[in-house]
Nanobody
Framework: QVQLVESGGGLVQPGGSLRLSCAVS????????MAWYRQAPGKQRELVAT???????NYVDSVKGRVTISRDNTKNTVVLQMNSLKPEDTAVYYC??????????????WGQGTQVTVSS
């Protein structure tokens, strides 16, 4: 069974930094794409950043220049480094991954989410 487990959320002051990590475990062949989404109270879940297995990245405009997504294919982990945080970055952040798993093929999986609160 595949699991995505996030860590690293918390409370930070505006202008501060946080590093979110996500580890993928279980039985799978490859992880073509890893991503971070977020959902603020009363809003729809939105894509923050994606990273392909080869390292290509994409970011939502609101975080460009402040956020970096990276992955370690040997450890099956993805990291979201967030700098210059703003109150509007407050949300539950979710790890997401496309995985190729035995017998089922390619599927999309979610972590349980980690709270990020930016407040003074």
């Amino acid at each position: 069974q595949v699991q995505l487990v996030e860590s690293g959320g918390g409370l930070v002051q505006p202008g501060g930094s946080l590093r979110l990590s996500c580890a993928v475990s279980g039985r799978f062949f490859t992880i073509p794409t890893m991503a971070w989404y977020r959902q603020a109270p009363g809003k729809q879940r939105e894509l923050v950043a994606t990273i392909a297995q080869g390292g290509n990245t994409n970011y939502v405009d609101s975080v460009k220049g402040r956020v970096t997504i990276s992955r370690d294919n040997t450890k099956n982990t993805v990291v979201l480094q967030m700098n210059s945080l703003k109150p509007e970055d407050t949300a539950v952040y979710y790890c997401n991954a496309d995985l190729v798993v035995p017998f089922k093929g390619r599927g999309n999986y979610w972590g349980q989410g980690t709270q990020v609160t930016v407040s003074s």
